[in-house]
C-alpha cells in the first residue's frame, strides 16, 4: 500500500455486537454523557471555589480534564461505527486516535504518580509539605507532565508513520501503535524496541508508587488523624490506580503475546476499562470521598433550588 494517506482501516473489535448495536449505542451515549458531566461538575467546582485550591484537588482537576480529552477522542467515533454497516477509520484519523489515546494513557499514569509523591509528602513529611509542595510547583510538575506524555505519543506516531502497510483490518474497536504496526510490510524492531521501552516506564512508574503507598500506609498506622487522611484522600487514588493498571498491563501483554483467535470479548472489554472507567471512576470516588468538595457542591445545588423557587 503505498499511498497510506488513502488507506481506510477497518475496526473488527464491534462485530460481535452486531445484533444489539442500537441498544450499546443508546447505553455508550447515556454513559459518555454522565461522564462529560461529572468531570465538568468537578472541575467546574474546583476553580470556582477558591477554597478548593490545593495542590491535590489541582491534581484532581487535571485528572478530570485528562479524563474529558481521552473520553472525547474515544467515545464519538464508537458512536458513529454503533450507527454503522462498517466500522472503519481513515488513515490520518487512525493515528490522530493513537496519538491522543496515548498521551491520555500516559498523562494519566504521570498525573497518579505526581498524586503519590503529593500523598507522601502530605503524610510522610507533614513538616515540609506547604515548603515542598506548592501550587507553583505543581502547574510546573502539571506542565511537564502533558508535554512529556504528547511528547512520548509523537515519537510512537513518527515511528508508525514511516511504515508501509501491507494490511487494513485492525482486530480492535478503536486504533492502538501495535496494531498497526503489526499490519507493517518491513522490519518493526525500532517500533517494538521503543514500545517496550515506554511499557517498562510506565510499570517502573506504577511500581514506585505503590512502594510509596507502602510507607504511606505505615506512617498512617501511626494514629488515627493520620489514617483518616489516608482513606480519604489516598485509597481513592490508589483504586484509581490499580482499576487503570491492571487493564493496560492487560491489554498491552495480551495484545503483543496472547493469542490471536481467542477471548476477543474479554481482550476488547479489557482494552475499554481503562479509557471508560477511569474517565467516570476518578470525579465519583474524590467526590465522594472528599467532604470540601462535597460540601460545595451541595451548597452550589441548593444555591440554584433557591434562586429557581
Not at 467546582?45 to 478530570?64: G, Q
Request: contains cysteine; charged residues 15%.
Amino acid at each position: 500500500m503505498e499511498n497510506s494517506t488513502k488507506i481506510l482501516f477497518v475496526l473488527q473489535g464491534l462485530n460481535e455486537t452486531m445484533s444489539s448495536k442500537h441498544t450499546y449505542f443508546a447505553v455508550t451515549h447515556l454513559v459518555y454523557i454522565f461522564t462529560i458531566i461529572v468531570n465538568l461538575t468537578l472541575i467546574a467546582t474546583i476553580i470556582l471555589e477558591k477554597t478548593l485550591h490545593e495542590p491535590m484537588l489541582i491534581l484532581l482537576c487535571n485528572l478530570c480534564v485528562n479524563g474529558i480529552c481521552g473520553a472525547s477522542t474515544f467515545y464519538p467515533k464508537i458512536l458513529v461505527d454503533l450507527l454503522s454497516e462498517l466500522s472503519v477509520i481513515p488513515y490520518g484519523a487512525c493515528l490522530a486516535q493513537i496519538f491522543v489515546l496515548y498521551s491520555y494513557i500516559f498523562c494519566e499514569f504521570t498525573t497518579l504518580s505526581v498524586m503519590a509523591y503529593d500523598r507522601y509528602i502530605a503524610i510522610c513529611k507533614p513538616l515540609n509539605y506547604h515548603s515542598t509542595i506548592t501550587p507553583q510547583k505543581i502547574v510546573k510538575l502539571l506542565l511537564l507532565t502533558w508535554l512529556f506524555s504528547m511528547s512520548e505519543s509523537a515519537i510512537a506516531v513518527i515511528l508508525i508513520a514511516r511504515l508501509p502497510l501491507c494490511g487494513f483490518k485492525i482486530e480492535k474497536i478503536y486504533c492502538t501503535a501495535w496494531a498497526v504496526v503489526k499490519l507493517s510490510c518491513v522490519d518493526t524492531t525500532i517500533n517494538n524496541v521503543y514500545g517496550s521501552i515506554l511499557v517498562f516506564f510506565h510499570i517502573s512508574q506504577a511500581v514506585l508508587i505503590l512502594i510509596s503507598y507502602v510507607n504511606i500506609i505505615k506512617a498512617s498506622v501511626r494514629s488515627q488523624e493520620e489514617w483518616n487522611k489516608f482513606m480519604q484522600t489516598c485509597l481513592p487514588h490508589l483504586i484509581a490506580l490499580t482499576s487503570f493498571l491492571i487493564a493496560f498491563v492487560f491489554d498491552v501483554m495480551y495484545a503483543r503475546y496472547g493469542p490471536t483467535s481467542r477471548f476477543h470479548t474479554l481482550r476488547n472489554a479489557m482494552s475499554l476499562e481503562y479509557l471508560i472507567v477511569p474517565p467516570l471512576l476518578n470525579p465519583l470516588i474524590y467526590g465522594l470521598r472528599m467532604k470540601q468538595i462535597r460540601r460545595r457542591i451541595f451548597r452550589i445545588r441548593s444555591q440554584k433550588v433557591h434562586a429557581l423557587k
